[in-house]
């Protein structure tokens, strides 16, 4: 644990993070879409849509890659536009069928890459792209994916209750790509575990042990945990002294990292044990971090000190809840 800074100065580098800013803002959108999201019946605001399908549902998602990576590694980007869109499908306890693309571009050697690396995930992951669009753009690439998928039963980013305990599951073994904030926990002698390591999201999702969770998106698990926390209109409190960087890697980079493979979960007291034997397997680790509380605020812990890091009662963060 890094004891060189205060809770109070730890709070102040986690809300002036660029990734903190990022999610604020979603805020001018949420507010645009929250009475059709009413109308409709599927609240926005989640990994994915669930729209209710049969005995089950079918999951909506996409995502974009930012400019600067697109412009710098045109294959890693296609590679994290699959990643992100699958993450988003297994974190609401569902398993993928099929992405499409939408892929801006002013030259051929650019979408060829962006191209390229997109196939080589989506074959790691076992989903096929059935499709796409491309624009000739005059400067700028960019790249985004849509995903479709299904689920018995949904984790979703609205049922976390006070009580719950908030759980962090992530693969041990990765690289940390420090100038990226980048928790790279893929990698290629992983292959073999990739797919079987997600599928645990969907059969906790059919066993009813988690209601509630998130993937650790570009806010990282601090930023993630206040975006479950508003979602679900409740509170949580993390304890700093339960959260364990890999070795090398400094408490606030962790916080606001995103991970290839890490997901937050709400898990009743109850069921923790059952949560920890489902994810018991090598190569993964589990930790209760924190606990989901009434009062509407996200409280850091350290030893027996205590500091606000988001009152939502006062200052929407994404804006999103049910």
Not at 45 to 72: C, F, S
Not at 81 to 86: D, T
């Amino acid at each position: 644990m890094d004891r060189s800074l205060t809770l109070p100065e730890l709070v102040k580098a986690l809300r002036g993070a660029e990734v903190f800013r990022n999610k604020c803002r979603i805020r001018p959108m949420a507010e645009t879409f929250a009475a059709l999201a009413s109308a409709c019946g599927i609240p926005n605001g989640d990994d994915a849509a669930a729209i209710p399908d049969g005995d089950g549902y079918l999951l909506l998602a996409a995502e974009g890659i930012t400019a600067d990576l697109v412009r710098q590694n045109p294959y890693l980007a296609g590679r994290c536009a699959v990643l992100a869109n699958v993450n988003d499908i297994y974190a609401m306890g569902g398993r993928p069928l099929a992405m499409v693309d939408v892929i801006g571009t002013p030259d051929e050697a650019s979408a060829r890459e962006l191209c390229r690396g997109m196939r080589d995930n989506a074959a790691r992951y076992g989903v096929p792209v059935v499709g796409g669009h491309l624009l000739r753009t005059s400067r700028d690439s960019s790249v985004a994916l849509a995903i479709l998928g299904r689920a018995k039963a949904c984790i979703t980013s609205f049922d976390a209750r006070p009580g719950d305990l908030l759980v962090l599951v992530t693969r041990e073994h990765g690289q940390w790509l420090a100038d990226m904030g980048f928790w790279n926990a893929t990698l290629p002698e992983d292959d073999a575990s990739l797919v079987p390591h997600l599928e645990l999201l969907p059969r906790c999702a059919e066993a009813g042990l988690a209601l509630a969770g998130k993937d650790v998106s570009m806010a990282g698990i601090a930023g993630t945990a206040i975006m479950l926390a508003e979602a679900s209109h409740v509170g949580c409190r993390l304890d700093l002294d339960r959260i364990a960087p890999p070795a090398g890697v400094p408490l606030i980079p962790w916080l606001l990292a995103f991970q290839s493979y890490g997901f937050l979960l709400a898990v009743s007291p109850g069921r923790l044990e059952a949560v920890r034997a489902l994810f018991a397997v090598p190569g993964l680790a589990t930790a209760a971090i924190g606990a989901f509380c009434r009062e509407r605020r996200i409280v850091l812990r350290r030893d027996a000190e205590e500091a606000v890091l988001w009152d939502l009662a006062a200052q929407p963060f994404a804006g999103v809840a049910r």
